[in-house]
Structures are given as structure tokens and as C-alpha cells.
């Protein structure tokens, strides 16, 4: 069976080590844009332009080359359960009932475990814990050995620019571009896995989207509290721990008018030592002045020392920390569409119009509402940073949802006879988590069960 997997990033180093480990007999072909040298938007000359729009999650949250953005996340693993959302659609309760299902054999893929139970802390929010992939492997195509594959043929610096089909229904080849030259071939299955803005631009470009505008949202966060004295809140205390190289976190999981919001911490903010330690490890990014911070500022630096490599906790720079609050953008509005402008690849770049939707002051003043009054319930000494909540400054946390329609997961895996789309772009909510490894259970299913009647 000769399969396309279309994108080296997270997704399409997952799916081959799924594909291998049920089909070890299967040839791939493995198309990446990059190579090993992991690039920016701007670096790889690809394009989009912000209309009407503060979605910076196309120019600051996509990398190319092996492992994709994988190579800068956080790695932080998380799942649904029958907590995240109170009206799940059909789709997200098919995703829910294979994350239950399969969530400890795919952490164990990566030598994690999370038996951590889910509290409810209060009639609205739960907890949920974070355990994240170790700080020294992260890179998805280097954890999987995908360059060490001998079913992989890995070809490198080709940029796949669309989908030849003639009913909409099945793919009949990848067109991609090599050194400036377009180029056909065919195959049995293809898994398009370039991220979800370029899978999409993809998709547009053959014409296999249902209109010419495809819609999206995401998360949008702010800062709202100060906490202070103690880590604890109630019976649940939020500081990090650390487990080997890997970091076990945790946030509140709420929902109003399903809208899905979480609260989480974030410490250290003030503390360049801290933002240095972030740039070396998540963006491998190394300058002269970080060695300068460790000597601006020795006691904490000290304290930080102690916390992590002794009580294997966070550091709490001045017994203070802050809380966010992340809800899923409540509008229908945001779309993507392809430019008139063209890219490095003489290729349309995409168009993004992504605004906070009307109800989404409302949203947050109810989510920070019930965590001021479970604060109040625990006797928590914090402080409110932004009383009225403006969020059009809000930052945005880059997880984009709701790009398709799925009505099911039987709907999604037959939406075309020979392609599976794998990117987050295919959840129709993201709820409180970081949502990429919710697809992943999504993908063994496919592959186990369904990926063989595929090729019959
Ligand atoms: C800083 C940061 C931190 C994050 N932290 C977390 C976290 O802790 N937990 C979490 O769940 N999520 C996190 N995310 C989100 C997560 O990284 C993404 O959801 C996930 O990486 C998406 O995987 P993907 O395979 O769709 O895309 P990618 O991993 O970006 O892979 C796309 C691949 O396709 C290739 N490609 C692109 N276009 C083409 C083309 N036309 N032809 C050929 N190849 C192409 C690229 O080179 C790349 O290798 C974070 C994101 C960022 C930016």
C-alpha cells in the first residue's frame, strides 16, 4: 500500500509511527516543505495578510521543516472527558469517547502517564492536569526516528501546492513544487497533515473546500488576577512540579453559554533569568545577554536553582503569581480565504479575518465572575488586574478549531475516500485545553480500524 503523508510536523510524525506500528510493511512518502532547519513563516516565504484582523497565529505560531511546530511547543499532552463540555456535538463526543478509550496508550508512545483525576472544585470548574512531553524531546519527527524509517522516503524541500481530483471525492495525485518545477505523483491514501492554515490553503486551491472562505476560531486569553502568599487555592495547589525533565501542571476547566473557558497560572512574569530559561528550551534560541540575567538578579536566580533541581517545583518569584483566563472566541465570523497576493512559491498566501466575536466581554466577565467567587469560597489573597475587560488586547493562544464540519467521526474519516485530514482545525470546539493531542487517539482509531477498508 503506497501512502502520501503530506507535512513532517506533528501530525504527520504521528501518523507514520501509527501507520508503522499496524502496517510495518507499508511504503510512505513523506513531502515537507523544509528540512531539518526548522523556519518561521517569514523564513520558509510563505504569506498571509491580516484583514480586519489581530490573529497574529499564522505569522507567530506555524513552523516548518521536520517536526513542525512541534520543535517550539510547549508539549503539553491533554485530552477530553465527559468534564469538558455540558452539549458536546456528535463529533466532539466521538472525540471525547476515544480519548477515554485510548488516552494512556497514546501518552505511553511518549513514556508519559497522567492517572491525575479531574476534581470538581466547585459546581463550575474542575481541574485537569497537564503532563507535559520532557523539556529534551519534544520534536515529534525526532522522537518517532522518522529519518530512520526504512518504509519513509522523506522528500525534502517540496512544497505541496494542491490536490488533483476530478469529483471532489477521491484524490487522484499531489501536485507539489521542487525547485521551481511542478511535479504529479499518486497514491493509494494521502494524509494531509501541513498545519492547519496551510492544509486548508491546500484544500482551497483544489477546490475541495465547500465554499471559498473557510472558517475558524480560537482562543483568546488575558491576564486577570494576582495571586498571592500561597499556590494553593482551596485544596488544589497549582504550582508546577517536575517529573524528570517533564512538567505536571494544572488549570480550572469552566463553561458558560458553551463557551468553554480555563483558568491557569503563570509564574515568574518579571523574571528575565525565567524568560531566558523559556527561549532556550522551547525555541532552542540562545543570546549572550541571557547569561548577562543570571548575574542581574542573583538571589532569585539562586531560588529558582533550589526549587527546581531540589523541591522539584516552580520557582514563585516574590510569593506572586497570576492567573489567566483563555475562552474559546465565541464568533462565526473569522475566516481564512486565499490571497491575491502570491508567496516565495509563487503560490496564493491566505487571507485572515479573525475578530473577538460580540459576546466575548460577556463571556469572560461571567468566567472571571465564577473564579472571583471560587477565590472568595477558598479565602484566596489575590488582587484583579483588569477590571473591565478589554479584549481586544487580549493575546491569542494559537489552537485553531471548528475549519470543518464533520458531523461524526465516521463522517470525518469518509469525508474523502482516500484522504485523511489531520490537523485541530477538525475539532468543532477546543473547550480549556491545549487540544493536539486530543486528535491523536482520533488518528489510531482511524488507522486501526478504518484505514484498512480504505485500500480494499
Ligand atoms: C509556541 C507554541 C507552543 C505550543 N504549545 C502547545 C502545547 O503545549 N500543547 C498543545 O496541545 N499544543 C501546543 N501548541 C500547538 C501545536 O504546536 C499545534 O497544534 C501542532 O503542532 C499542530 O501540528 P500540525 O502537524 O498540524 O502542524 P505542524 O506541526 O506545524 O506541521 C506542519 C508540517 O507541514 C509542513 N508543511 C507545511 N506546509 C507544507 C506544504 N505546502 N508542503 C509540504 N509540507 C508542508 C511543515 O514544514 C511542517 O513540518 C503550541 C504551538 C506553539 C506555536
Request: a neutral charge; proline letters at 2%.
Amino acid at each position: 500500500m503506497k501512502i502520501a503523508v503530506l507535512g513532517a510536523g506533528t501530525y504527520g510524525s504521528y501518523v507514520i509511527n501509527s501507520l508503522i506500528e499496524k502496517y510495518p510493511k507499508s511504503e510512505i512518502t513523506l513531502f515537507d516543505v523544509g528540512d531539518k532547519h526548522v523556519k518561521s513563516e517569514e523564513e520558509i516565504g510563505f504569506f498571509s495578510s491580516l484583514k480586519k484582523s489581530m490573529y497574529k497565529g499564522l505569522t507567530d505560531g506555524r513552523y516548518f521543516g521536520f517536526g513542525g511546530a512541534s520543535d517550539k511547543w510547549g508539549g503539553q499532552l491533554l485530552t477530553y472527558t465527559d468534564n469538558d463540555f455540558a452539549h458536546p456535538d456528535d463529533f466532539m463526543r466521538d472525540v471525547i469517547r476515544l480519548d477515554k478509550k485510548s488516552k494512556d496508550e497514546m501518552l505511553s508512545k511518549f513514556n508519559i502517564e497522567n492517572k491525575f483525576p479531574e476534581n470538581n472544585v466547585s459546581d463550575k470548574l474542575f481541574t485537569k492536569t497537564g503532563v507535559w512531553l520532557s523539556a529534551l524531546h519534544r520534536n515529534f519527527f525526532h522522537w518517532f526516528k522518522i529519518n530512520k524509517r526504512k518504509q519513509v522516503r522523506i522528500l525534502s524541500h517540496c512544497r505541496v501546492v494542491k490536490l488533483d481530483s476530478k469529483d471532489g471525492k477521491t484524490i487522484d495525485a499531489v501536485v507539489y513544487k521542487e525547485n521551481g518545477e511542478e511535479k504529479h505523483q499518486s497514491f493509494d491514501f494521502y494524509f494531509l497533515t501541513a498545519g492547519a492554515f496551510e492544509s486548508v490553503r491546500i484544500l482551497l486551491s483544489s477546490g475541495l473546500t465547500k465554499s471559498d472562505k473557510v472558517y475558524f476560531s480560537d482562543h483568546l486569553s488575558q491576564k486577570v488576577f494576582k495571586v498571592k502568599e500561597t499556590t494553593k487555592i482551596g485544596n488544589e495547589d497549582y504550582v508546577f512540579r517536575m517529573r524528570g525533565t517533564s512538567l505536571i501542571t494544572k488549570r480550572m476547566i469552566g463553561e458558560v453559554d458553551d463557551c468553554s473557558f480555563y483558568i491557569h497560572p503563570v509564574f515568574n512574569l518579571k523574571f528575565p533569568f525565567f524568560e531566558s530559561v523559556k527561549e532556550v528550551l522551547f525555541k532552542h534560541h540562545f543570546e549572550w545577554k541571557y547569561v548577562w540575567n543570571i548575574f542581574k538578579d542573583i538571589p532569585n536566580v539562586i531560588g529558582f536553582a533550589w526549587a527546581v533541581l531540589v523541591l522539584r517545583r516552580m520557582y514563585v518569584m516574590n510569593n506572586e503569581w497570576f492567573l489567566y483566563i483563555d475562552i474559546e472566541n465565541p464568533s462565526k465570523d473569522n475566516y481564512v480565504m486565499l490571497s491575491a497576493k502570491t508567496d516565495k512559491f509563487g503560490v496564493p498566501g491566505l487571507d485572515v479575518y479573525y475578530e473577538a466575536g460580540k459576546d466575548a466581554e460577556a463571556i469572560f466577565i461571567k468566567a472571571k465572575d465564577i473564579a472571583i467567587e471560587h477565590l472568595n469560597a477558598c479565602g484566596s489573597d489575590y488582587e484583579v488586574l483588569a477590571e473591565k475587560i478589554n479584549v481586544q488586547t487580549c493575546e491569542d493562544i494559537y489552537h485553531p478549531y471548528g475549519m470543518f464540519d464533520f458531523r461524526n467521526v465516521e463522517d470525518y474519516y469518509s469525508r474523502w475516500s482516500n484522504m485523511l485530514v489531520v490537523t485541530t482545525g477538525c475539532l468543532s470546539r477546543s473547550g480549556g485545553i491545549n487540544p493536539t493531542a486530543s486528535m491523536l487517539p482520533v488518528v489510531d482509531d482511524f488507522i486501526s480500524e478504518y484505514l484498512s477498508t480504505k485500500l480494499c
